[in-house]
Nanobody
Framework: QVQLAESGGGLVQPGGSLRLSCAASGSILWFNAMGWYRQAPGKERELVAEITSGGTTIYVDSVKGRFTISRDNGKNTIDLQMNSLKPEDTAVYYC????????WGQGTQVTVSS
């Protein structure tokens, strides 16, 4: 069984920064990728950023240049550094891991508002 624990959400003003972290624990011998989805009220869940075990990263166009995903394979953790935050970044952010079976965290709220 794999568990994912997220931290780092909160309230921030437009233009500010937040750093999300996700720690995976349990029976993890290998993973394909880890990343973050988000879901805003009334909208579908969308992929924000992903990093593979080989270090390849992908980002949704709306966050390119503002968000950076990084990993520590030795600790099975990933971080999402979010800069220049906008109100449209407001959402619940979910960490995931694929082995390729999918595992999800509980989600952490990010609110960007003045």
């Amino acid at each position: 069984q794999v568990q994912l624990a997220e931290s780092g959400g909160g309230l921030v003003q437009p233009g500010g920064s937040l750093r999300l972290s996700c720690a995976a624990s349990g029976s993890i011998l290998w993973f394909n990728a880890m990343g973050w989805y988000r879901q805003a009220p009334g909208k579908e869940r969308e992929l924000v950023a992903e990093i593979t075990s080989g270090g390849t990263t992908i980002y949704v166009d709306s966050v390119k240049g503002r968000f950076t995903i990084s990993r520590d394979n030795g600790k099975n953790t990933i971080d999402l550094q979010m800069n220049s935050l906008k109100p449209e970044d407001t959402a619940v952010y979910y960490c995931y891991l694929t082995t390729p079976r999918w595992y999800w965290g509980q989600g952490t709220q990010v609110t960007v508002s003045s």
